[in-house]
T-cell receptor
C-alpha cells in the first residue's frame, strides 16, 4: 500500500522565482490538501483539491496556486517567491467517498523549500 | 473559527515512565474529529491517534491513549512506558467532517516538544 509521496525533497530558490511542488496521494485516496509549516510552528492549511477543483482555501495569497490531475496527484505552485515562503510544505490525502466513516488524513514526507 | 491550543511548549520524561500532553480547542460544532500527530526530527508527520467527537469512549492505540472531555473541550494524550523513539514534536489537531462547510481542513496547535531521557 503506497503512502503519500512528494517531490522534490529539498529545493533552493531565489526571491522572485517560481516553484512547483508535487504530491501523489496514498493509494485509493482522492482528495489532497497542502499545508505550509514554518520552523517551530504547526502546519497551516493552504488549500484542498477534490475532483480536480479547489474545494477550499486557507489564508494564503494568490501567489499560491494548485492543480489536481485525473489520477488524483496534485501540484502546488508558488510565484514571486519571498523569503518568508521558506518552509516545509506538506501534502496530505484523504478519501472523500468515505466521508462520515474513516476520515483521517495521511501526510507525505514534505518538501523543504529555502528561498534566498 | 476553530482554534487549538497546546500550552506546554516542551516536556521531558524518563524512559519507561508515563507522560501526559495537554490540548484544548474551541468550536461551536457538535460533530468533529480530533487527532494527535507526531513529528520526529525527520519532520514526517505521523498519525498517533484519532478521536471522533460523537464517541464517548476514549481512543487507545497500544501505549497511547487520550482523555477526551467534550464539555470541557479538552483532549490530552497519555503516553505510557515512554520509549526513546517517542522523542518528537507532538501536534494536536481539529477537523470538521468532510461534508461540512470547511470540512476536511486540519487546524493544528503550536505543538509540544517531548524529550524522552534514558
Amino acid at each position: 500500500d503506497a503512502g503519500v509521496t512528494q517531490s522534490p525533497t529539498h529545493l533552493i530558490k531565489t526571491r522572485g522565482q517560481q516553484v512547483t511542488l508535487r504530491c501523489s496521494p496514498k493509494s485509493g485516496h482522492d482528495t489532497v490538501s497542502w499545508y505550509q509549516q514554518a520552523l517551530g510552528q504547526g502546519p497551516q492549511f493552504i488549500f484542498q483539491y477534490y475532483e480536480e477543483e479547489e474545494r477550499q482555501r486557507g489564508n494564503f495569497p494568490d501567489r499560491f496556486s494548485g492543480h489536481q490531475f485525473p489520477n488524483y496527484s496534485s501540484e502546488l505552485n508558488v510565484n514571486a517567491l519571498l523569503l518568508g515562503d521558506s518552509a516545509l510544505y506538506l501534502c496530505a490525502s484523504i478519501i472523500w467517498r468515505l466521508a462520515g466513516t474513516s476520515e483521517t488524513q495521511y501526510f507525505g514526507p514534505g518538501t523543504r523549500l529555502l528561498v534566498l | 473559527a476553530q482554534t487549538v491550543t497546546q500550552s506546554q511548549p516542551e516536556m521531558s520524561v524518563q524512559e519507561a515512565e508515563t507522560v501526559t500532553l495537554s490540548c484544548t480547542y474551541d468550536t461551536s460544532e457538535n460533530n468533529y474529529y480530533l487527532f494527535w500527530y507526531k513529528q520526529p526530527p525527520s519532520r514526517q508527520m505521523i498519525l498517533v491517534i484519532r478521536q471522533e467527537a460523537y464517541k464517548q469512549q476514549n481512543a487507545t492505540e497500544n501505549r497511547f491513549s487520550v482523555n477526551f472531555q467534550k464539555a470541557a473541550k479538552s483532549f490530552s494524550l497519555k503516553i505510557s512506558d515512554s520509549q526513546l523513539g517517542d522523542t518528537a514534536m507532538y501536534f494536536c489537531a481539529f477537523m470538521k467532517p468532510l461534508y461540512y462547510n470547511q470540512g476536511g481542513k486540519l487546524i493544528f496547535g503550536q505543538g509540544t516538544e517531548l524529550s524522552v531521557k534514558p
